[in-house]
């Protein structure tokens, strides 16, 4: 086995897209099985193999020994259809990396609470789908409790909209062609159509609100980060109480704590570089 994956790294690292080299200290063929993990967690979760040759420029032969190789190892599974998804291994690394983040941003987000008073979460991108890795519950006796590994689609909420928004169009269209677009309430976008227009809105206010789209009585307003971790800050509450003037006044604390996530996200890189 050991001798596969050798033969495998050696004939990648010396084949590229453009017989580009890896990076200095880096290894060629992690690289490229994380740039196709990545490539089909932007697709929606799941491609076809010609797919993954036109989007990152490997050859074909080398994509089906990667496919392959994580396939093996649990990464990805082959569909009845011929395409390749993203397999269950890779949920459990994504949920402990989710409650790492979770635990990272909580500081932020008892901030949030304690300047707006409503609960505070911040939430991923995962595949198709946003994912609650962190909340700090509101100061009210009523509250909003969104449970922490939550799983919901991007359509109706908040965060949802938010994460779309800040990616190119082309991006978000394939992430939204696996999107069902059900009617949680009577407020519910249910249309592409529909959805699209609503993130022009966002893309131009820079800020997203899900207006009872996915709960009766309940208002959320979110932010995205700007950086490469694909995630969103928001406060959610009762529409009673999450008035436009609250709203206006959570826009750019929502912006500030999103800033410096991104601000100490980079630091952390940079000191493990």
């Known amino acids: 086995m050991r001798k596969n994956d050798s033969d495998i790294g050696g004939d990648l690292d010396a084949a590229g897209p453009a017989g580009a080299p890896a990076r200095s200290g880096t290894v060629q063929a992690v690289e490229r099985a994380v740039d196709l993990l990545e490539a089909m967690a932007d697709a929606g979760g799941t491609v076809s193999l010609s797919h993954l040759a036109a989007t990152s420029g490997l050859p074909l032969p080398t994509i089906h020994r990667l496919?392959?190789?994580?396939?093996?190892?649990?990464?990805?599974?082959?569909?009845?259809?011929?395409?390749?998804a993203l397999g269950p291994r890779l949920v459990r690394l994504g949920d402990t990396a989710g409650r790492l983040v979770g635990v990272w941003a909580q500081p932020r987000l008892r901030g949030l609470v304690d300047e707006l008073g409503e609960s505070a979460n911040l939430a991923l991108l995962e595949g198709s789908q946003v994912v609650y890795v962190a909340q700090e519950p509101g100061r009210?006796?009523?509250?909003?409790?969104?449970?922490?590994?939550?799983?919901?689609?991007?359509?109706?909420?908040?965060?949802?909209?938010?994460?779309?928004?800040?990616?190119?169009?082309?991006?978000?269209?394939?992430?939204?062609?696996?999107?069902?677009?059900v009617a949680?309430?009577?407020?519910?976008?249910?249309?592409?159509?529909?959805?699209?227009?609503?993130?022009?809105?966002?893309?131009?206010?820079?800020y997203a609100v899900d207006e009872g789209e996915q709960e009766l009585g309940v208002r959320c307003v979110a932010v995205a980060l700007e950086g490469p971790l694909p995630a969103a800050v928001s406060i959610s509450g009762p529409t009673t109480r999450m008035t436009d003037v609250l709203l206006d006044s959570a826009v750019p604390r929502l912006r500030a704590a999103a800033d410096a996530l991104v601000a100490e996200l980079a630091r952390q890189d940079a000191a493990g570089a």
């Open 67 to 84: 496919v392959r190789t994580l396939a093996g190892r649990g990464y990805v599974r082959q569909q009845s259809s011929r395409e390749y």
């Open 140 to 181: 009210h006796s009523m509250r909003m409790f969104t449970e922490v590994g939550r799983r919901v689609s991007p359509h109706c909420t908040a965060v949802g909209k938010a994460l779309l928004a800040r990616m190119p169009a082309g991006r978000a269209r394939e992430i939204l062609r696996h999107t069902d677009f």
């Open 184 to 206: 949680h309430t009577d407020n519910t976008i249910t249309s592409l159509e529909a959805f699209d227009a609503e993130l022009e809105k966002v893309r131009t206010a820079g």
